[in-house]
C-alpha cells in the first residue's frame, strides 16, 4: 500500500510537468476508429467509412473526438516523479475523462502537449488526482483540444484531517446549467449495443495502460 506519510499536497499541486509531445498518422486514426467499432456491422457504413477510409486519399478522413484522449496518456507515467506524491501503481484506476475540442483533429500532425495538475483530493481510504492537458498542433501552435483526465489512486488517502478532507480544484466544477428532463414521451427511441471487438478492445487498452505504468518504475 501508499505511504500515506509522505503525502504532500502543497508539493503535488505545485509540481510542473515537462511539455510532451506526440505525433499520429492517417494509419493510426483508422486503426483507431477500427478498435472502436467503426464500419464494425457494415463495412461500407457511409457513415462509419468516414472514420476509416477516403476515396481521395487518407488524408481527407475524419478523425473521432475521443482519439484525443491518446494525447493525455503520455503525462500518466510523469506521476511516479511528483513530489510529495506516494501511491502503489497496482492500485491506480481511471476515474473519468473530460474532453474539450477546440477544432477539428488533422488526419495526421505533431502534437505539443502541456499537462498540469487540475486537481487533488483526499477521499479517505483513496485520493484522485486530476490531470489537465491541453494539446496544440506543434506547427500552427493552435489548440485543438483539452482533456482532463480523473486518476482514482486507492490507498493513497488519508493524509489530511478526516473532518476537513483536502480538497483542491483550479476549474470551475460544471458551470452550465443542470439539464431539464422533460416528462413527456420521447419522439423517438434508439437501441445499440456494445460489439464484441469494442468490448475486447476496451479491456486491452485498460491492460496495456496499467503495465505501461508498471513498466515505467
Known sequence: ?????????????????????????????????????????????????????????????????????LFSLRGLPQLSGVPGLRFDKRLLLHGQQYIEIHKPLPSNASILNKTAIAGFHDKGKAAILELETRSYEKESGELLTLNRTSVFLRGAGGFSDPSKPFTYSNYPVNPASAMKIPKTQPSAVFEDCTQPPQACSNNTRILSLRAFMLLSK
Do not use: W
Open 1 to 69: 500500500m501508499a505511504d500515506n506519510s509522505a503525502c504532500n499536497p502543497d508539493l503535488i499541486i505545485a509540481h510542473k510537468f515537462p511539455d510532451t509531445t506526440y505525433a499520429y498518422t492517417e494509419r493510426d486514426v483508422a486503426v483507431y476508429a477500427l478498435g472502436v467499432g467503426a464500419c464494425g456491422r457494415d463495412a461500407v457504413d457511409t457513415d462509419e467509412l468516414k472514420y476509416v477510409y477516403h476515396e481521395n486519399g487518407q488524408q481527407f478522413i475524419k478523425v473521432l473526438p475521443t482519439f484525443s484522449t
